[in-house]
């Protein structure tokens, strides 16, 4: 089974945008492109950073992740980037650094 990632991509009006995929660098390419792939909210608000990235095990808790992430406060989802917030979900981390900033 292939795991899956959970990504929080910052633009440069410092929105996070939370998604999920199971090719961190080419999702984060399609982002950056501003193509027919990236996300309506990412589009035009580039340079994009890729901040924050894990591992699961499966779709199914890549989307309970996903979910928890987006009901979180801005606050919250700062102290999970800097790793002061644990997550209830087994994670791993993944290699942010192969993604890092793209002008779109």
Known sequence: MQPWFLYIIENKYQHYYTGICKDLSKRFVQHSSSGPLCAKALRGK?????????KLLDH????????????????????????????????????????GTTEC
């Open 46 to 54: 580039g340079p994009l950073k890729m901040i924050y990235a894990v």
């Open 60 to 99: 199914s808790d890549a989307l309970k992740m996903e979910l928890w992430v987006k009901k979180l406060t801005k606050a919250k989802k700062v102290q999970l980037v800097s790793g002061k917030l644990l997550s209830p979900f087994a994670t791993e981390a993944a290699p942010v650094a192969t993604a």
